[in-house]
Nanobody
Framework: QLQLVESGGGLVQPGGSLRLSCSAS????????IGWFRQAPGKEREGISTISNSGDRTKYADSVNGRFTISRDNQKNSVYLQMTSLKPEDTAVYYC??????????????????WGQGTQVTVSS
């Protein structure tokens, strides 16, 4: 099971920042491209960013481009999502997943394995 664990969410005011973490305890992430996804209340889950297994290629949805940065530290077996200039519409449960297949020109990918619990991000004053 290529299941990942997300952490780092919380309540933040508009314009604030958060860094989400994604880790694996039972396998090595270095082999895989990873995607970040989110699901807002009443909406379908959507992909927002991907990163190649080496970390040299990243891609973002228009809605987060310029505000979010995906990165990875393969030594720490972790992937991160730095979120800045947060908006109320960024409120969602955020998930990461191993990409079942990966195209460097896409900000999303088909996820492999079960979804984790996700981490809640709430942007509100």
């Amino acid at each position: 099971q290529l299941q990942l664990v997300e952490s780092g969410g919380g309540l933040v005011q508009p314009g604030g920042s958060l860094r989400l973490s994604c880790s694996a305890s039972e396998f090595t992430l270095e082999r895989y491209a990873i995607g970040w996804f989110r699901q807002a209340p009443g909406k379908e889950r959507e992909g927002i960013s991907t990163i190649s297994n080496s970390g040299d290629r990243t891609k973002y949805a228009d809605s987060v481009n310029g505000r979010f940065t995906i990165s990875r530290d393969n030594q720490k077996n972790s992937v991160y999502l730095q979120m800045t200039s947060l908006k109320p519409e960024d409120t969602a449960v955020y998930y990461c997943a191993v990409c079942k297949s990966y195209y460097s020109g896409s900000y999303t990918c088909p996820p492999q394995g079960a979804w984790g619990q996700g981490t809640q991000v709430t942007v509100s004053s």
